[in-house]
């Protein structure tokens, strides 16, 4: 059942991912969610549909993902009602250039003081504000943020006493990025992947003249993710991963409702055969 769940979830992300500004933004995006913990130093403060993660350390805060710009105060205001402080939000992190996951960060950065990490190959989106890729539902612009820092393909970023292992997945865009870290929870440890989005979500396959390497991009990631494994999988659309779901199971006493070993790789999978279907149905000269 739980299979099933998420396979739909997947299935529905990939027609939401089209779908986004077109008039069409699925209302959870902005929907309110109180906030919880998952496992060990991680908290979720995003809304019903889009996921914000907090990750406490011993030198401060590190929040993954602002989500829409319309979603900051409600972010802000999960985060005070777990306890934390905005001024102790030291690090921003992003999985990827795209509105739904970005547009906050600026705001969040000028309320937190914090510095941003992100990838080569996404900063210029994000210093700009305007992905480069041709999609079918045109340009999404969000708010211009300056990166501060770098990252290196699999090079731990450290805050106090937490690394954050950033791997370049890209596709859904040119610096998509997944984090990996590893987490104790009483006497065990997890593995925590937060993987970056790999769904099309209406990014042109063919003829793409923003992002032409789109194509090997994404067969380079599907071919990376085959050789990864994570216990935990915290998704940037909660409802990929069923993260709200997960934590109804972990509330009602199913203290292990979020370790799954093998949802990675359904995840994947499941994009990489929507993938495949999408570029033989662009090459053959329809439209998503």
Not at 138 to 163: C, H, S, Y
Request: glycine letters at 10%.
């Amino acid at each position: 059942m739980r299979l099933l769940h998420t396979t739909l979830a997947i299935a529905a992300l990939l027609f939401v991912g089209s779908a986004a500004r077109a008039g069409l933004d699925p209302p959870a995006w902005t929907e309110a969610q109180t906030p919880f913990h998952i496992v060990g130093p991680i908290y979720y403060v995003g809304s019903k549909g889009l996921s914000a993660y907090l990750i406490q350390t011993s030198g401060g805060l590190v929040l993954l993902d602002g989500t829409m710009e319309e979603n900051v105060p409600m972010i802000e205001r999960n985060i005070a009602a777990l306890g934390f402080r905005m001024r102790d939000v030291k690090l921003l992190i992003n999985s990827h250039a795209h509105f739904d996951h970005a547009a906050g960060l600026a705001q969040l950065k000028a309320d937190s003081g914090a510095r941003l990490a992100a990838s080569a190959r996404d900063r210029g989106a994000l210093e700009s504000g305007t992905p480069p890729s041709v999609t079918s539902y045109g340009v999404v612009k969000f708010p211009p943020v300056k990166v501060d820092t770098i990252l290196a393909d699999g090079v731990p970023v450290t805050l106090g006493d937490v690394a954050l292992t950033p791997i370049l997945t890209p596709g859904h865009t040119p610096g998509c990025t997944s984090w990996r870290m590893t987490v104790r929870e009483g006497s065990r440890s997890y593995a925590v992947m937060f993987p970056c989005s790999f769904t099309v979500a209406g990014n042109r396959l063919v003829g793409n003249t923003g992002y032409p390497g789109i194509v090997a991009d994404f067969r380079a990631t599907f071919a990376r993710l085959a050789t990864l494994q994570a216990d935990i999988v915290l998704t940037p659309h909660p409802d990929q991963a069923d993260v709200l779901g997960r934590h109804a199971r972990q509330v009602a006493g199913d203290a292990q409702a979020f370790v799954d070993p093998d949802l990675l790789a359904t995840i994947a999978s499941s994009a990489q055969a929507a993938f495949e279907a999408d570029l033989a149905k662009q090459a053959a000269g329809g439209s998503k």
